[in-house]
């Protein structure tokens, strides 16, 4: 389906264009999604796989996500989310199969880039990868972000990656999943004992890069372990049932592979939930890589921008259509992430079942790209997404409204789209 502009009567567009225009100078409205609900009847509130979020936009992983101070601005901003950055896992003794994904950052550059159909865009060139100070040190910072997210309604979640098989007669280090979540839990269970803590497992771009991800039938079996050994991590520290304690997402990379397999890495993850046993939600999807790319030194980049939006919406729609004729064993809660910068791509992968977005990028661009004068990066990202006449989410959840075009009968599995009493 191809959309074009959003049409709106004239009076939906001059309270945009009025809002558009006032916030670039004033703070958005403290509480965002109420004000968005009273004046245009748009409720951008949404869950997080199960939690409550309000509004459905939120920060993904990243260099973003590694300081308190930054978790603030998010707070103050009026994110629904915050994701950190992800955890290397260690076990007991401190031993890390995933060290080579903790090292620390060099250089970060965001530049321009263009997608395959000329579109231009931006992507953050690196050559860090997770989180690359210490174990305690991470666990002090979630501890710190959760008081945040607290005070101000902002839902925190842990991400890591650990262990993962590369190849078929080696053991998991079931060691590193046990410890991992045990410690991330006893933060979580600290500040909210009766509620499960979401966790994102990260399984990144460059690992679709490395030598590990070189058969599809390992990628495959790591997504149908994954969930279970965090699973069992988390009933092996508390004694309780998983589900009461942990709610685990994955997040899904793009793999060197075609759609074909993007396909069947989100089948085997839907299968296995249906089963019982697999993850509670996906995150759809990490950034694509680039094995010719060259950054300071380093052979193999990973990249965003356009073409990372077009293969997520592409791959996501082939699924939601797979849903709509009943050929899926189940359906997960989706968060989408990737090239999430301006309304009609946040449309796009609403439309396609996800409930929540998650940003990196176009929190990070240089401030002459944001229309909005004042406040931080979050805010004037946030003013561009949502309040921007011709393009923003508002404009597009209005059209959309108004069923008289050519989605009018889709059906949504999302919830910002329905009135609340
Ligand atoms: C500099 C940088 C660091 C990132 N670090 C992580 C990470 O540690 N864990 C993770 O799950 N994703 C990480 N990501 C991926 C982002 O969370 C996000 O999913 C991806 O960049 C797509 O969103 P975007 O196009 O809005 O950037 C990183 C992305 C960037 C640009």
Same mark, same amino acid.
């Given at each position: 389906?191809?959309?074009?502009?959003?049409?709106?009567?004239?009076?939906?567009?001059?309270?945009?264009?009025?809002?558009?225009?006032?916030?670039?100078?004033?703070?958005?409205?403290?509480?965002?999604?109420?004000?968005?609900?009273?004046?245009?009847?748009?409720?951008?509130?949404?869950?997080?796989?199960?939690?409550?979020?309000?509004?459905?936009?939120?920060?993904?992983?990243?260099?973003?996500?590694?300081?308190?101070?930054?978790?603030?601005?998010?707070?103050?901003?009026?994110?629904?989310?915050?994701?950190?950055?992800?955890?290397?896992?260690?076990?007991?003794?401190?031993?890390?199969?995933?060290?080579?994904?903790?090292?620390?950052?060099?250089?970060?550059?965001? $530049?321009?880039? /263009?997608?395959?159909? &000329?579109? !231009?865009?931006?992507? =953050?060139?690196? +050559? %860090?990868?997770?989180?690359?100070?210490?174990?305690?040190?991470?666990?002090?910072?979630?501890?710190?972000?959760?008081?945040?997210?607290?005070?101000?309604?902002?839902?925190?979640?842990?991400?890591?990656?650990?262990?993962?098989?590369?190849?078929?007669?080696?053991?998991?280090?079931?060691?590193?999943?046990?410890?991992?979540?045990?410690?991330?839990?006893?933060?979580?269970?600290?500040?909210?004992?009766?509620?499960?803590?979401?966790?994102?497992?990260?399984?990144?771009?460059?690992?679709?890069?490395?030598?590990?991800?070189?058969?599809?039938?390992?990628?495959?079996?790591?997504?149908?372990?994954?969930?279970?050994?965090?699973? $069992?991590?988390? /009933?092996?520290?508390? &004694?309780? !049932?998983?589900?009461? =304690?942990?709610? +685990? %997402?994955?997040?899904?990379?793009?793999?060197?592979?075609?759609?074909?397999?993007?396909?069947?890495?989100?089948?085997?993850?839907?299968?296995?939930?249906?089963?019982?046993?697999?993850?509670?939600?996906?995150?759809?999807?990490?950034?694509?890589?680039?094995?010719?790319?060259?950054?300071?030194?380093?052979?193999?980049?990973?990249?965003?921008?356009?073409?990372?939006?077009?293969?997520?919406?592409?791959?996501?729609?082939?699924?939601?259509?797979?849903?709509?004729?009943?050929?899926?064993?189940?359906?997960?809660?989706?968060?989408?992430?990737?090239?999430?910068?301006?309304?009609?791509?946040?449309?796009?992968?609403?439309?396609?079942?996800?409930?929540?977005?998650?940003?990196?990028?176009?929190?990070?661009?240089?401030?002459?790209?944001?229309?909005?004068?004042?406040?931080?990066?979050?805010?004037?990202?946030?003013?561009?997404?949502?309040?921007?006449?011709?393009?923003?989410?508002?404009?597009?959840?209005?059209?959309?409204?108004?069923?008289?075009?050519?989605?009018?009968?889709?059906?949504?599995?999302?919830?910002?789209?329905?009135?609340?009493?």
């Amino acid at each position: 389906m191809t959309l074009q502009k959003p049409m709106l009567s004239k009076t939906e567009v001059r309270k945009l264009a009025e809002d558009f225009e006032r916030f670039k100078f004033e703070p958005l409205p403290q509480r965002l999604w109420q004000y968005v609900l009273e004046r245009y009847d748009i409720d951008l509130r949404s869950k997080y796989a199960d939690f409550p979020v309000s509004p459905l936009i939120g920060k993904a992983s990243g260099q973003l996500s590694m300081e308190p101070h930054q978790v603030l601005k998010d707070a103050e901003a009026g994110l629904g989310f915050c994701v950190l950055k992800t955890l290397i896992a260690q076990d007991a003794q401190g031993n890390q199969s995933m060290r080579a994904w903790a090292i620390p950052i060099t250089r970060m550059k965001v $530049e321009r880039i /263009k997608g395959q159909d &000329e579109t !231009e865009g931006w992507t =953050v060139t690196w +050559v %860090g990868r997770g989180w690359h100070k210490s174990f305690e040190a991470y666990l002090r910072f979630f501890d710190e972000a959760l008081s945040i997210g607290a005070e101000y309604g902002m839902l925190i979640v842990p991400s890591i990656k650990a262990h993962l098989p590369s190849h078929p007669d080696e053991e998991w280090r079931v060691g590193e999943y046990d410890f991992t979540v045990g410690e991330l839990l006893k933060v979580w269970r600290k500040q909210n004992p009766n509620l499960p803590m979401p966790i994102e497992f990260d399984f990144s771009p460059t690992l679709a890069g490395s030598e590990f991800a070189r058969r599809q039938e390992r990628i495959l079996k790591w997504l149908v372990n994954v969930p279970k050994l965090i699973k $069992e991590a988390a /009933k092996k520290a508390t &004694e309780m !049932e998983a589900s009461k =304690v942990i709610c +685990v %997402g994955i997040k899904v990379f793009n793999a060197m592979f075609d759609d074909t397999f993007q396909i069947e890495m989100l089948r085997t993850l839907l299968e296995e939930a249906a089963k019982g046993k697999g993850a509670d939600f996906i995150v759809y999807a990490n950034r694509l890589f680039d094995p010719n790319r060259e950054y300071e030194g380093v052979k193999g980049i990973a990249y965003g921008g356009p073409d990372l939006s077009a293969r997520n919406l592409r791959v996501l729609s082939q699924l939601s259509k797979l849903h709509e004729r009943g050929e899926l064993a189940n359906w997960l809660p989706l968060s989408g992430t990737g090239n999430i910068c301006n309304g009609k791509i946040a449309f796009e992968y609403i439309l396609c079942g996800c409930s929540t977005l998650q940003i990196h990028t176009f929190f990070q661009l240089p401030i002459s790209c944001y229309a909005k004068r004042t406040g931080s990066k979050i805010q004037r990202a946030l003013h561009q997404l949502l309040f921007e006449p011709e393009n923003g989410l508002i404009a597009w959840l209005l059209w959309m409204r108004q069923g008289t075009n050519q989605l009018a009968n889709k059906p949504l599995r999302v919830e910002p789209l329905t009135k609340i009493d």
